[in-house]
Structure formats: structure tokens, C-alpha cells
């Protein structure tokens, strides 16, 4: 199928369309039945077990009847401080529905699910994956009532606006430049391959998905293989809570990303690639497809791309179907074979055995994006930005108790006060920054640059994407106990740290929430959180404890009136009253 | 498959500084192990390719990076760690962690004495254990034909996972739900086409209890198993030194009870036979069942605890003992985690007590009753380890502990008497 949207590439094995096919089925029966399932396993050749292994991985793919209308609201730290539970009541009173259940008529199902990529408007909901944003009482009514009239949530809901709130001054914004497409790969006429590496090189570009691997490391590795093909792929799965830059990216400028995966497959030879875009960006599917069939049309993709003789490529885009996990490069390799999102062991990186076993190139939306623009303008142009040591600008998703929420693009360099000012945070007490798995800040470090220097030197921060603002209103415990939810219902479960440590940590959150907690038992959570760190398996176990430790080292002030100090070292606060409670209810 | 088929070629690396010799590209966990130095780890099968890394239980120092042993192929000049105070307790907290996570009952299973997390535990001097267990609700599929499949004692090595085919290929294990709540599912179609050769070696293949083919697990008795025979390890040097100045064998005041337990534990303190002889010399027994004292009459040296809390009065008991006791010990599985009491604890308390008094066979049609009076000591909601209620200062496990080793570790803490633990004393099955 030259010149359109492939929906598979013809080589891919028959389990690669595992998971948009249960995707589909979900979407169109409202659930996946045994007869469903039963018949996915006879066409892929799996064993049955197998496929509700997969089915059971993701949180948006359900095994009972759900019904006409799914919501699923988002219940991330974000949207608690701006009115979950408001409309969480709402949505049960005016669906008659109970959270986690659907009603008597299958009408109306109601779901919880983490971060949708919305922070700068929640509270936020999808209806049948359609965005509705800065949700109220009256508007959660006028939703509901709407939707019994039958009308379509794919008319009737929001279209989430942008909210880019600040670029760089002298217009030197990279990401937000006015933008035509092909302009970039109009200049790789006169470069080779080796060049282009040698640019990305020269950039100083990290992944900017948050792990800050450099970007050329990786071309040039997987340039080096001598297997075919090779893949590229856009990690679209932004499942940090808190983060929003690249659904914002893909709506403004979802070009510059496709091009940027163009260059990548021009500079390492890889002809196929693919966007992994997560379930909760759906509403975003058609912009993309509808970019993707313009860049076929324009030449842009497809065979002899700019008519370069074998500069071919093709772009198909994957689902996911509701897994944080996924968004980690192993795991959405698994995800895109069709299976569970479980992280893969470092044994083989991708660059060496990645989809299919075969060289792949994983990078965030962001850092696409950045190649084609840098290109576009000049290596010299983009290292004019930023700080010595950090050129470039950096999306940033703010969040949380400010005045302005929405999309920062700053130069490196910039300190956090200086973006709390800009945002207009009042009273700013915990800011949570890259997410739940990164570094918690207290004002006494509000001087701290944003960077990607080298982090011991410089005392600099690294931000991969999101700053969440808390002000000194609000209960750290209570963020630590909803971040900690988070990770211990999206761990993988694949490995013994991260599958009972993120549990386990979740119960001693609560102890200290309950105000029975005493000194030892901080200390108890900062060993076993670094227990956690060392030996979990991926990203996601390492980093969940991120939160609680940075808040028991930076925030000890507001644990100590928390504690139980009426312990004499003897006898432990039990309270019998709530123990026998049970019991109780035998009492004739 | 390249670490079944390793590159000739030798390379030297360190081991805690010792420098050591094998084959490039080989499995860090195969080379320490030739070179003499033992790596623990459940999930690692030589012939797996990649490996599996999921227990992390082989946790080591790589060039000064933390990384599981299993998936380090060996390369020239690697630095590796593995004996460092804190890598021996990182490991020992992971198969902490299993054991708190699952809910492992040896005296109850078919598998020990053949289970690698037993085993495991045995190795590393597992006592107590730091973490609270889960105590989640698991499901026991009985299901397949032929085999059991017990979530409850499952570590999520995953080896069934990669391990266990049909001769047509497909898959009779696979992994469901994810998180906390992840379980090993069982494909019955396809379990019925393994063979009974292909369903005892997956039984065999389970590190834990998990799988059970019927009419196979007991074929091996107790007592004779792979692990029931004396270990290489055979004691874990000496645990608990002696002062330098012994103290002189004065009279000591020891208090003993039997919180929700069996007495088991009694049993054993009595068993050390010749020995009672001595201890009526030295030691003076107040509140206990031994001597039918009810209430403490003068502050004791030591209080033996034996059993946990599950009900009221065990609470208010543990209590005494706690106010009138200078150390308190934890003796047996019951008190210092639960135990088999601790077995009610995945199911709410009125499933129980309803399966108890109503719903069994010889409970009389409306004239059930679910016993409660002022004078009958309220059922709790849970059992309850005694360190949930009060500090314990010394754990002694074991199901009941042997009475040579009870008897060591009272005459170290009353007069400082030095021992070692011994291997094969110390077994908590």
C-alpha cells in the first residue's frame, strides 16, 4: 500500500495486531468476550491463557460488559487538588452508576484512571476516550444529559485547548516556530547519514522522554547493525502524570515529529516506523493519520522520499490500551509484539535486538521533534539557545496551584523560581518535578537550574517534561499516598521489588497518614525504599520511591508532628476498639 | 543463545577483590559459582536465553552498579561485589519480601524440603521478617485435570511462563492481571495435552508450592527430601559471641505462655530432655503453663512468647508479659509472624467464623450459633504478630524451633553463653 496509512507493514507476525485488534473490540462491544478471546487465540495461535494474559495487562480492555458510554476520570494528585471527588460524586449521581461498575440499563460505566495528559485542565474525563476538560457540577449534568439525548461524545466534547503559556524571548522558541512541512528533509539533500549522526552529536540531544540518554548514541548503534530492518519509533505512551507536552506537540505540530522520525530512519536505514500512542491520546489519532496521509501525498513518505533512490519510509501508528509501564522502551517493544507490557532485562538493548528482535530506535515525541526543527534552522542557531553544556529549549508541562497551567518552552538554564514565577504560583510549598518518579524540590532550592549538565557538578535539576506545583495548603502525605497508588497499581508485577515494595510502601504511607507511625518506621521506609531502588528491574520500580524519600529528606519538618510520639519504645499504638470492630456485629 | 554456547576465550575479573578466571560472555551467576563463590537465585535457568531476571534475588556490586548477577555477561576487568554487609542484607530483604508476599505456610505444604525458597531461606538465615505480610486473598485453581495450581506460594519467577510447552507449542502458563495482584493463570486445554512426564517437570520446574500435579507431590517423604539432607553451609559461624567475662550461672526468672499457638513450641522447650535437670538449678519459671502461676508475681529476666495475637486477651496477655519482662523473645513461626493462625487472615473474619458455625456439615439447621459472651475473649479482626503489639527483642523461628537450639539461645541471653546456630537446627518447616 504505497502512498496511504498502512495499518500493519506486510512482514509484521500475526500477534503484532494483537493489541489493536482487542483495542478494537473493546471499543465496539463494549468488552471482550470468551468467544472473543477464543477466537483472537485460534487466528494468532496462542493459547487462550495467553491472550487473556494481555487482555488482564491493560487497564482499558475489559473481560465483562461495560456499556454504551465508558467514562473514565482521571485521578491523578492533579485533579484531586482541582475537584475529583466533586466530580466523582456528580458522575455517580447523575449517571446512577457507581464508580467501577455499570448501570442497570448499560448505559453509563464508570471508571477511574490515572493521569489522561490533561493536568492543565482538570478536572478532566474521557466518554468513550473523547476528552471533556475543566469539568463542573453544571457541566458534568449538561454532559450526562446529552448523552442520554444521544447525542455523540465524539461531536459534543471539548477540543483540549493547547495552553501554551510561555516561548523563550527574541522568538527563539524551537518547537513552536512556524512550521512547513519537508522543509527539514529538503536539507538532508546535501548530507549523509554519518552527518546527520554527527549533528545530532554536536546538539548535545538527550531523550527527552526523561532519561536523558544522548540521542546520537543511539542512531549511531543502531546504524552499526548489521540486522534489517530496523525500526523507529515514537514513544507517544506519555504516561507520566503531570506531563502533557507531547499530546500538545502532536496536536500543534504532529509534522515536525513525523519528520523527525523520517530523518532517524534516514540516518540509521531504517524504513518502517512507528508511533506508539497511548489510549488515552485517541482523540489525537485522526490528526495524526490525517498528517501521516498528507506526507504520503506530498512525497514525504513512502518510496524515494524528496526522490532520494531507496529513501524509503512508512509510518503506522500503534495503540496502547492503558499501561503506564508501556511507555518504558522495553516494555512498549513487548506492548507493540502483542503481548503484556512487561520491561525487558538489559540483557539486549534495543539498539541490538529491540521489535521483533531486530535494531530499534525508541525516542520521546519531543526529541523527534527537536532533530527536525534543529535541522531546519541550523546546528548553529539551536546551540544559541540555552547554557553552556545545555543548549535548546525544553517543553515543560506545568501543573498544579498556579495561576497559569499550561506549556512552558524554556531555554536551559532557567531556575525554578524563575518558571514559578512566570506561572504564577502563590504560596508554591512541594513541587513535584518529571513527574511522580522524579526529584521533589522544597523553596529552599527554588535557585536550582533546569538542565541537563551534569547533575552532581552543578546542582542543577533535570526535568523531564513536568513540574506539578503544590502549595503549602495541601498534605504531602496525602501526594505521596496518591503517587504511591499510581505506581503500585501500574508496576508490571514482573518483578519482586516493584510488585510487593510498592505495595508494601503504600501500607507504611498510610500508617503515617493514620498518625501511628513512629521514628522507625520513617527509617524502616527509607531503607526499604532504597532496597527498591537498587533492585527493581526497570525504570518504574527504581523511581517510585522517589517521592517518599525526597519527602523524608527535604520535608522532615512536616513529618515530625505526624508521628506518633507517645511510643516508649515498648508498646506499639494498637487500637483494639477498631480491631474487634468485626466481631462486634455477633453480639446478640 | 549466548550463554549456552560462551566464547572460548578467558578473561580475568574480581570478586570482592579476588581475582578470578572464566570464559567471556558467561552468565555472572555460572562463573562466580566455578570460582567458588555462591550467588543466590531463584529464577536463573543456565539454558534460558535472555534470562529471566524477575526475582532479583542475585542482586550484586557490577563496576559499581547495582544489577542482578544473572543478566552480566562477563567481560574482561569486571569489578564485582557480592559479599558486602549491604548486598548480603539486600538479598536477604528480597527473599524477606517473597515470603511476606506470598503466603507461605510450610508445615502445610506438599513441597517442603524440596522448595528453593525454603531452601533459599535456610541458606541466608532467614529469622524474621522486616517487612508486614500481605496477607492477600490468592486463588487456588483446581481446575486443571491434573494438576493445583496455588497462587498463594507463587514467586513470579516466571519460569513456568517460558518453560512449560505442548509438543504443539503453545503456551500452558501465562502470567494474568498485573501489579500486586499479578497471578500465574493455567490454560486447562492446553494442560491436558502435557503428558504426565511434561506435568511432573513442570511441577518440578516451580521454585515454590505452586504447582502440584495430583497423586505425585508426597511420593517423597518428608524428611528425605533434597533439602532435608545436611547442607554444605553447616553452621552460619558464630551468630552470638560470648562476653568476655561469662557470668556466673546465677538463678533466673523466666515467664512462658501460649498465645493462638499449639503448645508446639512447650513441647519443645521440654524436649531437651537430660537438660531439665540443670534448668531447675538455674532458672525459676513464674508466670507459665508449666507452672500454672496465672499472674506474675516478681519481674522475670526473660519472657518466652510462643503464638500470636487473636483475640483481645492474647493483646492484653502480651501486654503483662511486655511490663513485667526485661527481654522478650518470639519463639516459632505463630508468634513472630502469624503462622498457621495467620491463615484466616486473607478471608474477613465473618467468612470464617460463618464457615466455622453455620455453613458446616454438622451445625443443626436454625439452631446455629456464633459463639459471643462478655466472658469469651473478642476475636480480632486479624491475627497479629507480637511485634505489631509490642517490641520483641530476639526472634527464634522455627515450627516448633529445635530444643537444643531453644535452650542455646536462652543460656546466651540469660548468662551470655556464645554458640553458633547450626544448620540443621535451625529449619523452619
Known amino acids: 500500500m504505497p502512498y496511504s496509512l498502512m495499518e500493519f507493514f506486510p512482514h509484521e507476525p500475526k500477534q503484532s495486531k494483537l493489541l489493536n485488534k482487542l483495542r478494537e473490540i473493546q471499543y465496539t462491544e463494549g468488552y471482550i468476550s470468551k468467544e472473543a478471546t477464543q477466537q483472537l487465540a485460534t487466528e494468532m495461535e496462542l493459547s487462550l491463557v495467553e491472550v487473556e494474559g494481555v487482555i488482564s495487562f491493560y487497564h482499558f480492555l475489559h473481560t465483562k460488559p461495560t456499556a454504551k458510554y465508558v467514562i473514565y476520570l482521571n485521578n491523578s494528585m492533579i485533579s484531586e487538588i482541582k475537584g475529583y471527588s466533586r466530580i466523582r460524586e456528580a458522575l455517580e449521581r447523575e449517571t446512577g452508576t457507581r464508580f467501577g461498575t455499570s448501570d442497570r440499563t448499560n448505559t453509563f460505566a464508570l471508571f477511574e484512571t490515572p493521569c489522561i495528559g490533561m493536568s492543565d485542565q482538570e478536572p478532566a474525563a474521557l466518554v468513550n476516550f473523547y476528552p471533556f476538560t475543566n469539568l463542573n457540577i453544571m457541566k458534568v449534568r449538561n454532559i450526562i444529559q446529552a448523552l442520554k439525548d444521544g447525542e455523540d461524545p465524539a461531536v459534543m466534547c471539548d477540543c483540549p485547548d493547547d495552553n501554551i503559556m510561555y516561548l523563550p524571548p527574541e522568538d527563539k522558541t524551537i518547537f513552536f516556530r512556524p512550521y512547513t512541512a519537508g522543509e527539514a528533509l529538503a536539507k538532508l539533500e546535501i548530507r549523509t547519514p554519518e552527518d546527520v549522526i554527527e549533528f545530532v552529536k554536536k546538539s548535545n540531544l538527550s531523550g527527552r522522554g526523561g532519561a536523558f540518554f544522548p540521542t546520537w548514541i543511539k542512531w549511531d548503534s543502531c546504524r552499526k547493525q548489521e540486522a534489517t530492518p530496523n525500526y523507529i519509533i515514537c514513544n507517544a505512551d506519555e ?56 506526507f504520503y501525498s506530498k512525497g514525504l513518505l513512502g518510496k524515494n522520499i524528496k526522490g532520494k533512490k531507496g529513501f524509503d519510509f512508512d509510518i503506522r501508528i500503534q495503540m496502547g490500551a492503558g499501561s503506564y509501564v508501556c511507555g518504558e522502551e522495553t516494555a512498549l517493544l513487548e506492548s507493540m509484539e502483542g503481548k503484556r507490557g512487561e520491561p525487558r532485562t538489559k540483557w539486549y538493548f534495543p539498539v541490538e535486538r529491540g521489535y521483533l528482535q531486530k535494531p530499534t530506535i525508541v525516542n520521546n515525541v519531543e526529541t523527534f521533534a527537536a532533530v527536525a526543527r534543529m535541522i531546519e534552522m541550523g546546528i548553529n542557531e539551536y546551540l544559541n539557545r540555552g547554557i553552556p553544556g545545555s543548549p535548546g529549549t525544553k517543553l515543560i508541562s506545568l501543573s498544579g496551584d498556579v495561576d497559569n497551567p499550561g506549556i512552558y518552552e524554556i531555554e536551559w538554564g532557567m531556575s525554578i523560581e524563575e518558571l514559578l514565577n512566570l506561572a504564577g504560583a502563590a504560596d508554591p510549598y512541594f513541587i513535584q518535578v518529571s513527574g511522580p518518579s522524579g526529584e521533589s524540590v522544597s523553596m529552599h532550592e527554588k535557585h536550582r537550574k533546569i538542565s541537563m549538565r551534569d547533575l552532581m557538578a552543578t546542582q542543577d535539576i533535570r526535568c523531564g517534561g513536568s513540574v506539578m506545583v503544590f502549595n503549602k495548603y495541601r498534605e504531602i502525605i496525602d501526594i505521596l499516598i496518591n503517587f504511591s497508588d499510581f505506581f503500585m497499581k501500574e508496576s508490571c508485577g514482573i518483578c519482586t521489588p516493584c510488585r510487593a515494595g510498592n505495595y508494601i510502601v503504600h501500607k507504611k504511607l498510610e500508617k503515617i497518614k493514620h498518625g501511628i507511625a513512629t521514628y522507625s518506621d520513617l527509617n524502616d521506609l527509607h531503607q526499604w525504599c532504597d532496597i527498591m531502588k537498587t533492585t527493581s528491574r526497570c525504570g518504574l520500580g527504581k523511581t517510585a520511591c522517589n517521592p517518599p524519600v525526597f519527602a523524608i529528606e527535604k520535608f522532615r519538618d512536616y513529618f515530625e508532628p505526624k508521628l506518633d510520639t507517645t511510643f516508649d519504645g515498648l508498646n506499639h499504638k494498637f487500637d483494639l476498639e477498631e480491631s474487634v470492630k468485626e466481631y462486634e456485629k455477633y453480639k446478640s | 543463545m549466548k550463554n549456552t554456547k560462551p566464547k572460548e576465550k578467558l578473561v580475568s575479573f574480581s570478586i570482592d577483590g579476588k581475582t578470578c578466571e572464566a570464559r567471556e560472555g ?102 524474621n521478617i522486616r517487612f508486614p505480610h500481605l496477607f492477600k486473598d490468592r486463588v487456588i485453581d483446581y481446575n486443571p485435570q491434573r494438576m493445583v495450581l496455588e497462587n498463594n506460594r507463587c514467586i513470579k519467577c516466571r519460569r513456568c511462563v517460558e518453560e512449560v510447552f ?167 513461626e505463630c508468634a513472630i509472624w502469624g503462622g498457621l493462625p495467620a491463615m484466616r487472615n486473607t478471608i474477613p473474619l465473618g467468612e470464617c467464623l460463618e464457615e466455622a458455625y453455620i455453613n458446616v456439615e454438622t451445625s443443626v439447621k436454625g439452631e446455629w450459633v456464633i459463639p459471643y459472651h462478655e466472658d469469651l475473649p473478642k476475636l480480632l479482626d486479624r491475627v497479629y504478630s507480637c511485634n505489631e503489639i509490642v517490641k520483641i527483642d530476639y526472634f527464634v ?25 547450626l544448620y540443621h537446627e535451625f529449619k523452619y518447616d
Open chain 1, 239 to 294: 504516561g507520566e502524570p503531570g506531563t502533557f507536552k507531547d499530546r500538545v506537540l502532536l496536536n500543534r505540530e504532529p509534522g515536525s515529529v513525523l519528520e523527525g522520525m523520517i530523518i532517524a530512519g534516514y540516518a540509521t536505514g531504517a524504513k518502517f516506523g512507528v508511533i506508539y500512542l497511548r489510549a488515552e491520546y485517541f482523540w489525537l489519532k485522526k490528526k495524526l493519520e490525517d498528517t501521516i496521509n498528507e
Open chain 2, 166 to 332: 505442548t509438543d504443539e507449542g503453545k503456551r500452558v502458563f501465562m502470567y494474568h492481571n498485573r501489579g500486586i495482584d499479578t497471578l500465574v493463570a493455567v490454560d486447562y486445554e492446553q494442560e491436558a495435552q502435557l503428558t504426565e512426564k511434561q506435568a511432573k517437570a513442570a511441577m518440578d520446574l516451580c521454585p515454590t508450592g505452586a504447582i502440584i500435579v495430583r497423586g505425585s507431590s508426597l511420593v517423597e517423604p518428608f524428611g528425605e527430601r533434597s533439602f532435608d539432607m545436611e547442607s554444605d553451609q553447616k553452621d552460619y559461624n558464630v551468630l552470638f559471641p560470648s562476653k568476655k567475662e561469662q557470668k556466673k550461672m546465677d538463678k533466673k526468672t523466666v515467664a512462658t505462655v501460649s498465645l493462638a499457638g499449639c503448645f508446639g513450641c512447650h513441647m519443645s522447650l521440654l524436649d531437651i530432655d537430660e537438660q531439665l535437670l540443670d534448668i531447675v538449678n538455674v532458672v525459676e519459671f513464674n508466670k507459665s503453663p508449666l507452672t500454672d502461676i496465672k499472674e506474675f508475681t516478681k519481674r522475670c529476666d526473660i519472657g518466652i512468647v510462643e503464638g500470636s495475637c487473636c483475640n483481645a486477651e492474647n493483646i492484653e496477655t502480651l501486654r503483662k508479659f511486655r511490663d513485667n519482662c526485661d527481654i522478650l523473645v518470639s519463639v516459632g
Open chain 2, 26 to 127: 558467561q552468565n555472572l551467576v555460572d562463573a562466580a559459582m566455578e570460582n567458588g563463590v555462591f550467588i543466590p537465585s531463584l529464577c536463573y535457568f543456565k539454558h534460558h536465553d535472555p534470562p529471566l531476571g524477575t526475582c532479583r534475588a542475585c542482586t550484586c556490586k557490577v563496576n559499581g552498579n547495582y544489577l542482578p548477577a544473572c543478566i552480566q555477561k562477563l567481560e574482561e576487568g569486571m569489578a564485582i561485589e557480592v559479599n558486602t554487609e549491604k548486598l548480603k542484607d539486600i538479598r536477604h530483604a528480597l527473599v524477606e519480601m517473597m515470603f511476606a508476599e506470598g503466603n507461605h505456610f510450610c508445615p502445610s505444604c506438599e513441597k517442603s524440603g524440596n522448595c528453593d525458597l525454603q531452601h533459599m531461606g535456610y541458606e541466608l538465615g532467614v529469622t
Open chain 2, 397 to 421: 523461628p522455627g515450627c516448633p524451633p529445635s530444643a537444643d537450639h531453644l535452650w542455646k539461645v536462652i543460656r546466651n541471653l540469660l548468662w551470655d553463653e556464645g554458640f553458633s546456630v
